[in-house]
């Protein structure tokens, strides 16, 4: 592979290694911190168990998600000098605002909530947790940000020969921003309330401590089906929004090699040739595509022949296709994945007002197994996201093949992708050592007074 593949690959093998984690940080903090606000409401000990349970659980996460972050912001300076010199001066603000506000917020009071038991007042701790999802949201926020001008580059000017930001307002309501942070919020949402459901559902099924599961599945099943279903919304404004700015990358994403009539038809599944721009063994659903595009039954889509002589006019001769067949299936899969998860939590919630929900195992199962749903959602969803907005770094200013480092050879890179997996296999093995364990272990004597704190639960 040349220098490009191998940084690419780094990159995104990386990338997509630190976003299993991120969701889920946000997700349970929301989530912890919902129980935690019940636990000082109620005074009941069932919501201070299932804290003693799931707080380990999410600061494992966050550790983990943390050093795996570190590691991927080091390669703007190995793989993506170029980069990084050409779009610094817009790319670093939001990044260091994400350090120096974000990333201590969380981290000051995550420490609050470990050693605060015992130490102040309930409300208080209650709050530090309250504060650290603040805080894991907002980091979201700023990474967003910058990530948003890639996809959509405002608030800047070009200045001998990089872009320097001509205003920080402009990168804040970046139209792409707030189209891309709700979906990606949601998501993060939907992931801690899958895990924690299906984590729940494990123990119901098994019959360990259910009347205590009983409470955080419940919680869980309804903040899973709230937030499945905004995600399928906000997700359809940025489809909408893609099809205005980036349009070659809607076009990838349905293999719409030619320019459709004013009834598209959505595709459900076809055998895609790139060679000969033909598409084989097609099943569509009439109208759809224009109904997702216009919100109405009828609507030119235009397809990636146009889009690419239009390309050409603009910025020069060159290839300004995608790789049509993993973003074309990125995005079938992550439908598919939300459409389950907005089916399974319908059903709980069904289940739940029933008081069916502790006796259906078969369902119980399901939802074990359902919590690799949003983690398969996610990273489909950003690969359609990244591999989509191909061969552009920032689009329409830097292609991702100026973005590189152009004195890093081969040998080098595979010896940074060698290093960084033996390291995240390493982190993943204990994440998932320590996980087992927790689980495993359940919860102590539920009958017990005084249940231990996380950070000892940890220890």
């Known amino acids: ?102 990333f201590f917020l969380e981290s000051t009071f995550i420490g609050i909530w470990i050693f605060g038991w015992d130490r102040i007042s309930p409300r208080l701790h209650a709050l530090s947790m309250w504060l650290v999802f603040v805080g894991t949201t907002i980091s979201a926020y700023w990474i967003l940000t910058a990530n948003a001008f890639m996809q959509e580059p405002v608030g800047y000017a070009i200045q001998h020969g990089h872009a320097a930001m001509t205003s920080f307002g402009a990168l804040l309501t970046n139209p792409q921003l707030w189209v891309e942070f709700p979906h990606v919020f949601f998501g993060a949402l939907a992931t801690g309330a899958f895990v924690m459901a299906g984590l729940s559902a494990y123990f119901l099924i098994r019959k360990r401590h259910v009347a205590i599961f009983d409470r955080s599945f419940r919680i869980a099943t309804a903040v899973a089906l709230v937030s499945s279903l905004l995600v399928a919304v906000v997700g359809h404004d940025q489809a909408q929004h893609v099809l205005a700015t980036q349009p070659m990358k809607l076009a990838a994403s349905e293999a719409l090699w030619h320019t459709s009539s004013d009834h598209a038809s959505w595709t459900l599944f076809a055998s895609i040739d790139p060679t000969t721009q033909t598409n084989h063994d097609v099943v569509a659903v009439p109208d759809l595509l224009s109904i997702l595009a216009y919100n109405r039954l009828s609507g030119r889509v235009t397809g990636i022949d146009e889009l690419e002589r239009q390309y050409t006019s603009k910025y020069g001769p060159g290839n300004y296709v995608p790789p049509v067949i993993p973003t074309f299936w990125s995005f079938r899969i992550m439908v598919a994945a939300g459409v389950l998860m907005i089916l399974l939590s319908a059903l709980g919630a069904w289940l739940i007002v029933k008081e069916r929900h502790r ?86 004597d539920p009958n017990r007074e005084d249940a231990p704190s996380p950070s000892l639960t940890i220890a």
């Open 1 to 102: 592979m040349t220098e490009l593949g191998l940084a690419r690959l780094q990159f995104g093998v990386t990338t997509i290694y630190h976003f299993l984690f991120v969701p889920l940080t946000i997700g349970l903090a929301f989530l912890l911190a919902v129980i935690e606000t019940f636990y000082v409401v109620t005074g009941e000990k069932d919501f201070k168990r299932l804290l003693d349970f799931f707080g380990p659980i999410f600061l494992i996460n966050f550790a983990v998600g943390v050093v795996t972050g570190i590691f991927q912001e080091f390669q703007f300076g190995l793989n993506w000098s170029n980069y990084a010199r050409f779009v610094g001066d817009v790319f670093g603000a939001p990044l260091a605002v994400e350090a120096l506000l974000a």
């Open 359 to 444: 006796v259906h195992r078969a369902y119980l199962r399901a939802m074990i197994w359902a919590m690799a749903l949003p983690y398969i959602a996610n990273t489909t969803g950003w690969i359609m996201t990244e591999v989509g907005r191909q061969p552009w770094t920032v689009f329409g200013l830097e292609s991702t093949a100026q973005g590189v480092s152009p004195t890093v050879p081969a040998g080098y890179v595979w010896t940074t992708l060698i290093g960084f997996g033996v390291i995240y296999g390493g982190l993943a093995v204990a994440a998932l050592y320590l996980v087992r364990k927790q689980i495993r272990t359940g919860l102590d």
